[in-house]
Each structure stands twice: as C-alpha cells, then as structure tokens.
C-alpha cells in the first residue's frame, strides 16, 4: 500500500497522471511554496508563473506574468501565446483567492487545454468572500469539485506543541517566529479523484529539502459514504441520528441476544414477556407462546 502511495505522488508531481486542475490548499501556518518547488523539481515541462502576490520571479519559471494589473481575459491570452501545443504546460497561480466567486470557474476554463495542467493556490486563512447569488457556492467548494487531486499542506511541528493554541494565536496574526513555520518540511494531504469515482486519500511527510517522502497515514476509501450523508438535505425530515442516539441504540439488549445467552447450547429460542395488557389463558394449550 505505501508503495501505491508513493508512486502515485511521484506521477502526480511529474504530471505523469491526466489532470486539468490541481488545487493546493495552505495556510499561515505551513504556505504552499515548498510544494511549488517539488513540482518544479520533478517536471521538465514549460513552467508559467502566474502571480497575483509573488514579488520575486522564482528561478523555475519559464514566463512570469503580474496578474494583479490586468484583466482575466488578458490573463487567459497571454497563457495561451506561450504554451505549445505539442508540450506539456505547468500553469501555476499562486493565489486563486484574488479571482472572485462568480468569475472563479469561467477562469480556469478559460486557461484550460488539452496541453495545460493548472496548479491553483488557495489560501484557507483568508475569509471567503460572500456570493450575492443566494445559495451559490462559495470559492472553495467550487474548486474541491472541480479538482481532481487536492493537495493540503499542514505545519509539521518539530517539537511538542499545542497545535489548538497555536491556530487560535493565528487566527490573531499572533505568528511567533520561533517555531519554524513554514518549514521546508511539512505534511501532505492528497485526496485524488479516480475515473470510477473512487477517491483515495494519502498523508505524507515530507522533505523538500532532500527531495524524499514518507508515508504518515495509511490510504483511505471514500468510494462508499455514509449513509446519513446520502440522505442529508433529501428531505425536510431528519433522517440522521445523533450521536446520544446511536449511542442509546447501542445499548438497547435486544430479545435475540438474550435467546442466544440462556438457550445458545440448545440452539435457537423466542424470548416473550408479558405484558399488563395481554390477555393470557392458562388452561388453553393452544396460549402456550413458548
């Protein structure tokens, strides 16, 4: 299983796997920059740098454009003036927060080619902006769906710490500089999205700096989900249980139980308890319920 998990990163990170879209999710604690850079490490393709906040030009990039200047349909010409369409294109935009919610998708279509595979930043620190169209989806959700690898970079702390504090002091901008955020190793989320609808999901830890890769948690299977979740918003009834509920269902003895304690050496028997209210002749042998 862990050698699946590590050929399927490697594939990924060479853009060895068909795949239009991936998204990148960081944070304040842990940013996306060191993954950036393995893409760039494990891929001889055509690199353009798309930047919305990158001020420094990375040595990786191939054609650099300031997105911040210009329109989304300039965006989208100059992508496609200089991506050959014989060649893989990596096209990386370092932050997709600047892109507004209702533009987000007719943006990444507009980039998308048979020879482009697009590496989208998202920042999860960042408040998301509220849609002004009722109940449409917000930026984030809008991206996981399109997606079809995520990739979630968490802070990898080198020493014992209060990971709940350390976030609530974020969440502040209280950033303390001595605990080596942002750390060229980091752990690694990925949640890929197979053809038969299979997502598997992956955590690494890993070391940019030596370019290697260790499995921190084993795969798991989301191809079949809870029922409660394919019954939520169904109806106006709730159809899920609490987790008071299940655990009072759990501890209800059931009659059967009780059959196979007293009588499981004789094989199987019906328990039946009387009732007040039943109506029980003693001298009829046909009454007998045993």
């Known amino acids: 299983m862990s050698s699946n998990a590590s050929v399927l990163l490697n594939r990924l990170l060479a853009l060895k796997e068909p795949t239009p879209f991936l998204l990148v999710l960081d944070s304040l604690l842990q ?11 494990h891929n001889n393709s055509k690199i353009i740098f798309l930047s919305y906040e990158t001020t420094n030009i ?14 989304t349909a300039e965006i989208s010409d100059f ?17 997709l927060n ?32 509220q849609s002004k169209i ?12 399109i997606a079809s690898s995520i990739f979630e970079v968490e802070y990898f702390p080198h020493h014992k710490i209060d990971l709940e504090t350390l976030e609530n002091k ?18 690694l989320t990925l949640s890929n999205r197979r053809k038969s609808g ?34 939520k918003d169904l109806t106006t009834f709730n159809l899920s249980t609490s987790n008071k509920q299940k655990l009072a269902r759990e501890q209800v003895e059931l009659p059967y139980m009780q059959a196979q ?30």
Request: hydrophobic share 30%.
């Open 261 to 290: 304690e007293s009588l499981g050496s004789s094989g199987g028997a019906i328990v039946y308890e009387f009732e007040k209210d039943d109506d029980y002749d003693e001298e009829d042998p046909y009454e007998d319920p045993f």
């Open 134 to 145: 009722l109940n449409y989806p917000s930026s984030l959700t809008l991206l996981s769906y």
């Open 198 to 231: 299979r997502t598997l999901i992956y955590q690494y830890e890993i070391n940019s700096t030596t370019h290697t890769y260790e499995i921190h948690k084993s795969v798991k299977d989301d191809a079949n989900p809870e029922d409660e979740e394919l019954l």
């Open 170 to 187: 974020i969440s502040r901008l209280e950033i303390p500089v001595n605990l080596g955020l942002n750390g060229s190793t980091f752990k």
């Open 79 to 95: 992508v496609k003036k200089n991506s050959p369409p014989t060649t893989g294109t990596l096209v990386i935009i370092d932050s």
């Open 31 to 41: 940013s996306a920059h060191y993954l950036l850079s393995e893409f760039a490490h």
């Open 58 to 71: 990375p040595s990786y990039a191939s054609e650099w454009l300031d997105c911040s200047t210009v329109s």
């Open 98 to 129: 600047y892109v507004t919610n209702t533009e987000i998708t007719q943006f990444l279509t507009s980039i998308i080619q048979p020879s482009v595979t697009i590496l989208g930043v998202y920042h999860t620190n960042v408040p998301q902006e």
